[in-house]
T-cell receptor, first 113, second 113 residues
Framework: EAQVTQNPRYLITVTGKKLTVTCSQN?????MSWYRQDPGLGLRQIYY???????DKGDVPEGYKVSRKEKRNFPLILESPSPNQTSLYFC????????????FGPGTRLTVT | GENVEQHPSTLSVQEGDSAVIKCTYS??????FPWYKQELGKGPQLIID?????GEKKDQRIAVTLNKTAKHFSLHITETQPEDSAVYFC????????????FGKGTHLIIQP
């Protein structure tokens, strides 16, 4: 089954403790991205990657890092999480930079205390 | 950059009635307009999309209309059913590249029995 998977689905952590949210897709998509979803703000892009070793900032990149060492994986790294990063995070992928259809993962709900 | 406005934020309709959600966009270069449905605890799922060379597209009970001159597009759901209850997001894109999709803030559709 073609899908985007994320882990963990739920995470509660404390301020300053480094964490990684994994994302993997099995559709051989080149383009992957991370969004955060907050009430009243909709979906905002954090980082995106157009291919292996090619990443760039989205609209709200502060406090986040990403890496793209393999085509299928695109982890989101929070080096020093803060409470304002409490949010619902979605990974997404599409075939290529110029493709239209985008597929989302199931989401990771992160709480930073 | 692109800005997408979505209205209403909440819409309550009687089962069997029609629902209409409206979006406007700012960038005349945008040429792809998808609609996503997000059910509780899940990631957004593409339900229908339209490209700028088409004015209307229909898929069973859902349809999308696009007015490029006025820069607005709408989602129409007819004969609403309880399973239509969800949050719906519109988005706009110029078809790839760094900007990806710009999302509206979402509409919470409630189907009253």
């Amino acid at each position: 089954e073609a899908q985007v998977t994320q882990n963990p689905r739920y995470l509660i952590t404390v301020t300053g403790k480094k964490l990684t949210v994994t994302c993997s897709q099995n559709m051989n998509h080149e383009y992957m991205s991370w969004y955060r979803q907050d009430p009243g703000l909709g979906l905002r892009q954090i980082y995106y990657s157009m291919n292996v070793e090619v990443t760039d900032k989205g609209d709200v990149p502060e406090g986040y890092k990403v890496s793209r060492k393999e085509k299928r994986n695109f982890p989101l790294i929070l080096e020093s999480p803060s409470p304002n990063q409490t949010s619902l995070y979605f990974c997404a992928s599409r075939l290529q930079e110029t493709s239209y259809e985008q597929y989302f993962g199931p989401g990771t709900r992160l709480t930073v205390t | 950059g692109e800005n997408v406005e979505q209205h209403p934020s909440t819409l309550s309709v009687q089962e069997g009635d029609s629902a209409v959600i409206k979006c406007t966009y700012s960038d005349s270069a945008s040429n792809y307009f998808p609609w996503y449905k997000q059910e509780l605890g899940k990631g957004p799922q593409l339900i229908i999309d339209i490209r700028s060379n088409v004015g209307e597209k229909k898929d069973q009970r859902i349809a999308v209309t696009l007015n490029k001159t006025a820069k607005h597009f709408s989602l129409h759901i007819t004969e609403t059913q309880p399973e239509d209850s969800a949050v719906y997001f519109c988005a706009a894109s110029s078809g790839g590249g760094a900007d990806g999709l710009t999302f509206g803030k979402g509409t919470h559709l409630i189907i009253q029995p």
